[in-house]
Structures are given as C-alpha cells and as structure tokens.
C-alpha cells in the first residue's frame, strides 16, 4: 500500500485556526473510519491525539479535531499556541489488517 | 499503566544482524497486537507490521519482509524486533506500540531503540 499524502508543511500564528490535510485512497481512507493523528515533537515519542477519525483521547485538548471526507481527511488545530509547533502523521486502517501512515506534515507556529 | 520499554541503542556494522526488545506492562499481553514502526533520520513514520501476541503471527508490510522478524517471550511479557544482514540505510528508530487490533490505531508507543549501521 502507498503512503497518505499529507503536505510537508504548513503554518499559522498564535490564535489562528490550521487545517491539515491526510489523503489516501478508496482502499484506506475512503473505506474506513480508522483514521488517526499523532503528534511528534523533534527527538520524542509519537502521542496518538485522534483516533477514529474524529475522537480526541483523554487529556488531548478539544483545539484538535479530526474530519473526513471521502478519501481526504483533515486535522483542524484551532486557537493555535507556540506548543502546537510539531510534527503531525496521520495513518489510516488499509484492509487486511495492515496500517499506513502519512509522510508527516510541520507545523510551525509564526 | 500500560508501559512499553524497549531495549537500548545499538551500534552495528553492515551485515550483522540487531534484536531490539520491548517489554510490556501494566495489561494483559497476549489481548492485543504488538506492533512496529521504523522512523529513519530525518523521515517519517513507516508502519513495518505487527505480531498477533496470543498466536505468534506476524503481519509485515510491504517493504519489510525477508530480512526482519517479530518475535515473542510470552513469559516475559516481551516482544522482539530482529533484522538481519543489516544495511545503512536500516538505520532509524524503531518503535513498538500496542494497539487493539491488527490496523488498528497504535498507542501506547515504546520509547524507540536508535539502531545505527555503520562500517
């Protein structure tokens, strides 16, 4: 299976609202409501932030949000803070028990 | 809680071969998935597989067969990532992480073992 498609960067100032988006296929996204984004500061460990598409685990701020759209789905960090400045994947189920992954998207904080 | 440690880094030459452990605590080991992912340097995040905990079988991504293996220690609640005649380019973290199913969303994450090779 290919990798999702995520932009390499994007960018927003303190306050604003960011959109990131995740877009596979008929065969991952499209088919399935197993999205999920994690959130990887440089040099850490990956912290799952939304899992199933649109539901936050525990202690994850309600600034997060996830959505979907056909084979698009997208992440919304809104009421954007200097500690949202990170690295985010997403990944999706793929049928056949397999995961995939998304290249990652920085997200830089102005 | 659920804890996945993992063993340390590794510093090996080209063709040798590295086992990387991740010990699991804090739940019922054989329940759920164990799963792999491979970060090299400066790159994201690919999925190799998982190893069902209660049956032994491995599902390995595409890429990833041939010179890795998953493995288990039912015993000690441990699971085994070994690579075989490695090469430069095996150079990354690797992660192991639960997860509820095989596909499903990972969490927790191990802490990552760094394996670098090098002549």
């Known amino acids: 299976q290919s990798a999702l498609t995520q932009p390499p960067s994007a960018s927003g100032s303190p306050g604003q609202s960011v959109t990131l988006s995740c877009t596979g296929t008929?065969?991952?996204?499209?088919?399935?409501?197993?999205v999920s984004w994690y959130q990887q500061y440089p040099g850490k460990v990956p912290k799952l932030i939304i899992y199933e598409v649109n539901k936050r685990p525990s202690g994850v701020p309600d600034r997060f949000s996830g959505f979907k759209s056909g084979n698009t789905a997208s992440l919304t960090v809104s009421g954007l803070q200097a500690d949202d400045e990170a690295d985010y994947y997403c990944?999706?189920?793929?049928?056949?028990?397999?995961?995939?992954f998304g290249g990652g998207t920085k997200l830089t904080v102005l | 809680q659920v804890q996945l440690v993992q063993s340390g880094p590794e510093l090996k030459k080209p063709g040798a071969s590295v086992k990387v452990s991740c010990k699991a605590s804090?739940?019922?080991?054989?329940?759920?998935?164990m799963n792999w992912v491979r970060q090299a340097p400066g790159q994201g995040l690919e999925w190799m597989g998982w190893?069902?905990?209660?049956?032994?079988?491995?599902t390995f991504a595409q890429g990833f067969t041939g010179r890795f293996v998953f493995s288990l220690d039912t015993s000690v609640t441990t699971a085994y990532l070994q690579i075989s005649n490695l090469k430069p380019e095996d150079t990354a973290v690797y992660y192991c992480?639960?997860?509820?199913?095989?596909?499903?969303?990972?969490?927790?994450w191990g802490q990552g073992t760094p394996v670098t090779v090098s002549s």
């Open positions: 990944s999706s189920y793929a049928g056949n028990n397999n995961l995939v």
């Open positions: 992480a639960k997860s509820r199913w095989g596909g499903d969303w990972i969490d927790p």
């Open positions: 804090g739940y019922t080991f054989t329940r759920y998935p």
């Open positions: 008929s065969s991952d996204v499209g088919s399935y409501n197993y």
């Open positions: 190893i069902d905990t209660n049956t032994g079988n491995p």
